[in-house]
């Protein structure tokens, strides 16, 4: 599926991420508790990719706790979308951690994973060990 010049261990991950959407038809991609510009955006971004790769997938942007977007970002494309995770009543077919690799930062959302069928992780941050899926933390 992905390769290109990327490590094969890693276009590997990408790839299991990929199939897990594939089979998704609901999912949720959600940063950690008060986020940061790289924390919306990159979940933002992702949720759009999904949309256009993967049409007919029902995908919610989640805020993890009981906030608003700060408004410094609310410039952002879709920001105006998200949804608090203590209002998100569904069991998504895949959960997606963007900006965290541990569901401690994840506040109201983390009763959200628990009750997804699978998880995908998306970080940039060392974690422990591995809690989900499918993943890249690098």
């Not at 997606?96 to 992780?121: F, I, K, T, W, Y």
């Amino acid at each position: 599926m992905l390769g290109g010049s990327m490590p094969a261990e890693q276009a590997a991950q990408f790839d299991a991420i990929a199939r897990l959407i594939e089979g998704a038809r609901t999912v949720v991609v959600c940063a950690h508790t008060s986020p940061d510009g790289d924390a919306l955006g990159s979940g933002l971004a992702l949720a759009e990719i999904i949309e256009r790769t993967w049409p007919g997938r029902e995908v919610t942007s989640l805020l993890a706790d009981d906030d608003v977007v700060p408004r410094t970002y609310e410039f952002l494309p879709g920001a105006d979308g998200f949804v608090r995770a203590c209002a998100y009543e569904g069991s998504p077919d895949l959960f997606v951690c963007v900006d965290l690799s541990q569901p401690g930062r994840l506040a109201d959302a983390r009763a959200v994973l628990e009750r997804s069928a699978h998880v995908a992780v998306l970080d940039h941050h060392p974690g422990g060990e591995p809690s989900w899926d499918a993943g890249v933390v690098r």
